[in-house]
């Protein structure tokens, strides 16, 4: 049998994934509604669902920053960017903030809790703030 | 839209199943295009071109509509 490469009916097989998708996931948030309802939020949220449902919202939000364009046509030339450690500093900062609170706030964590913390606010700000770094700079490139 | 692919795949004397298997795409895609129902992208449109021996202009040019 010949494999087909026709071109309208892998569009097709998209549109169905799609549809199959959105099926998806209105099942995840009935699942999570009634766990809510019956037990609580938060025994809903420690449903290995409730990971499946945020992962996947957060790689959708992810792809579809790729696919945005901008909403406001920016008159003045593009300003130079910031250099790459700044950006890095900037995430270290936010994480130190958040360490030194987990120790002296109504948390009172121990030392190496805070650490962890910090170190995973640090992690996460970094991954966003890089991105939209390479975002900026490929819009730049592009612009010249 | 409108195309002349219908036209062109006669005169070579091709059948919609031999168009659509010398382009790579099924014969229902080929009939969809005819009649103006499936929108195929560029590269599609080219690869008909060339099994017909036509080019882009003959098979899919329509003057604009004021």
Redo the contacts between chains.
Sequence with gaps: MKI??????QLQNLKNIRIAFIVQTIGILAILLYETLTAGFTQARENPVWLVFMLSAIVLGWLNLRISVDTYEDTNPPKKQAPYYRVVILSLGIGIVTMLLAILGPDKSNFNEALLVGAIVFACFLATFSFVHFLRKKQVEDSE | MRNNVKMARIQSDLTQQQLADKV???R??IS?IEKGK?N??L??CLEICYAVNQSLDQLFWNDQEE
């Design positions: 087909i490469k026709d071109e309208r009916l | 790579g795409v099924t229902q895609t969809l499936y195929p992208t590269k599609l």
